[in-house]
């Protein structure tokens, strides 16, 4: 009598454990790092912050040479009231005009080109995407702002030392007139940015920025005097100056307090980069 044996049943291959996913790097990084790429690469944007900075020290000293020329001949009123750190600054009036045109173009030129439909399928995340454009951005402006600030007030304080009516770095105000200047115009950029997100076009969302900031406190010139000085300060142009002090744009009528102004002007920011944010997670690409 014969016994079967079974079959020997096929030897088991052991399956490799799944390997656990490595640490990824936050998202917010990744996508930092992407607009900053998007940023530097393209060339206008070194020829635009070129203009913001050669603006700033160029057409600064330019306002302070002529008021050099003309301190003797200015009143007795005039001259107590001269605050030489503020006024060395006052090219900030061109420079903010290209960082507010590079602030749109960060967002609608993306729209333009139809790049922001891979931005966001790359990543869902919108608001995540319109933080670290702000924060890239930002950065970028601020950092030249202040640096050319810098330069501008140290070239218009040579000039006015041929009358001895310069200031110091150290002096009363001078370092936050400085400082400020640039983040004036980084805060400018952040609110142009919102708008341009908002807008989606160049050309509209510049006429909406250079209206509110340099329109609106010429139409607002033409009321009542008694409503001038009640408005014009809490003008978002009025308000960002503040922090900077009395340059030869200061509109007429009393500033806020330097910090309060300010204040202000990251408000007008924040509540345009906020509209964006809920428009951008709401509409179409």
């Known amino acids: 009598m014969t016994t079967t044996t079974p079959p020997a049943e096929p030897a088991r291959t052991a399956r490799p454990s799944p390997a656990r996913p490595g640490r990824s790097r936050p998202l917010a990084w990744d996508l930092a790092r992407s607009e900053w790429i998007k940023l530097c690469t393209v060339r206008s944007t070194y020829w635009t912050l070129l203009a913001a900075a ?84 930002g950065a970028v402006a601020a950092a030249t702002g202040i640096a050319s600030a810098f330069a501008a007030f140290f070239t218009g304080q040579a000039i006015l030392a041929h009358k001895g009516i310069e200031a110091h770095i150290g002096g009363p105000g001078a370092l936050r007139s400085v400082a400020g200047a640039g983040l004036y115009l980084a805060v400018l950029g952040l609110l142009a940015l919102g708008l341009g997100t908002l807008i989606r076009r160049t050309a509209g969302a510049v006429a909406a920025v250079t209206g509110l900031v340099l329109v609106l406190p010429v139409l607002v010139q033409g009321l009542p005097p008694a409503w001038q000085a009640a408005i014009t300060r809490y003008l978002p142009s009025a308000a960002g100056q503040a922090i900077i002090g009395r340059t030869k744009f200061t509109p007429p009528g009393h500033l806020l307090s330097p910090w309060t102004g300010f204040a202000l002007f990251c408000a007008y920011a924040a509540a345009a980069l906020t509209a964006a944010a809920v428009v951008l997670s709401r509409r179409d690409a």
């Open 54 to 137: 050669t603006g700033m020290i160029a057409f600064g000293a330019l306002l302070t040479a002529a008021y050099v020329r003309h301190y003797t001949s200015a009143g007795p009123a005039a001259q107590p009231a001269f605050d030489p750190a503020a006024y060395s600054l006052s090219g900030f009036f061109l420079a903010q005009l290209a960082i507010a045109v590079l602030g749109v173009v960060v967002m609608t030129s993306e729209y333009a080109t139809g790049s922001i439909r891979s931005t966001l399928a790359a990543a869902p995340q919108r608001i995540t995407v319109l933080a670290a454009k702000a924060a890239v951005f």
